[in-house]
């Protein structure tokens, strides 16, 4: 089975801080997924890659950043973290692209709360 | 922007019954599509997946069915369970030549089946 892990399930951090969360998938998924989920607003992707090295942003970038190193990991990183950023955050991975047809598998998410 | 709307956003019936639960693009242009389940605080785990040239998936009591030319989309549950109880997503692909194709995703359908 594809597994993507997601390292925190749960995180606390203070305004300001610099927050690092780490997503890795066992499959040789081209391309991974940053999402954020917030109730009421659905799903909303940050960033995404398709390649080591190569990153996309998504719908909603700003205060974000991420790193793709190495194939299998995918890192989103708050440069500051502020209190609007609480959210659920969640990672996917998928082989090729979404329209050629191949399916995206989720990890577990991590619940971030900056207070 | 593709937006995508699921009716109902909640649902809640008797164990045994038949369900349809909807999915509508305001870009019919889409590719594929995926409809997930998310229990809660957990994340999305892909249930059907519908590629270009098909019109519908069946898995067990799930059947999805995908009309591109009106950019709708409707999962069937037959005989729900207690078990089926969950958020119901779909997304859908829309490749306009990006070799990635992103997933757009509605807000989802809250599914209760009470015994």
């Known amino acids: 089975d594809v597994k993507v892990t997601q390292s925190s399930r749960y995180l606390v951090k203070r305004t300001g801080e610099k927050v690092f969360l780490e997503c890795v998938q066992d499959m040789d998924h081209e391309n991974m997924f940053w999402y954020r989920q917030d109730p009421g607003l659905g799903l909303r992707l940050i960033y995404f890659?398709?390649?080591?090295?190569?990153?996309e942003k998504g719908d909603i970038p700003e205060g974000y950043s991420v790193s793709r190193e190495k194939k299998e990991r995918f890192s989103l990183i708050l440069e500051s973290a502020s209190t609007n950023q609480t959210s659920m955050y969640l990672c996917?991975?998928?082989?090729?692209?979404?329209?050629?047809?191949?399916?995206?598998?989720f990890g577990e998410g991590s619940w971030l709360t900056v207070v | 922007k593709q937006e995508v709307t699921q009716i109902p956003a909640a649902l809640s019936v008797p164990e045994g019954e038949n369900l349809v639960l909807n999915c509508s693009f305001t870009d019919s242009a889409i590719y594929n599509l995926q409809w997930f389940r998310q229990d809660p605080g957990k994340g999305l785990t892909s249930l059907l997946l519908i590629q270009s040239s098909q019109r519908e998936q069946t898995s067990g009591r799930l059947n999805a069915s995908l009309d591109k030319s009106s950019g709708r989309s409707t999962l069937y549950i037959a005989a729900s369970q207690p078990g089926d109880s969950a958020t119901y997503l779909c997304?859908?692909?829309?490749?306009?030549?990006?070799?990635?194709?992103?997933?757009?995703f509605g807000r989802g359908t809250q599914l209760t089946v009470w015994p």
């Open positions: 997304a859908g692909g829309a490749d306009r030549g990006s070799t990635l194709g992103r997933l757009y």
């Open positions: 890659s398709y390649d080591v090295k190569m990153k």
């Open positions: 996917a991975s998928s082989s090729g692209g979404a329209s050629s047809g191949n399916t995206i598998y």
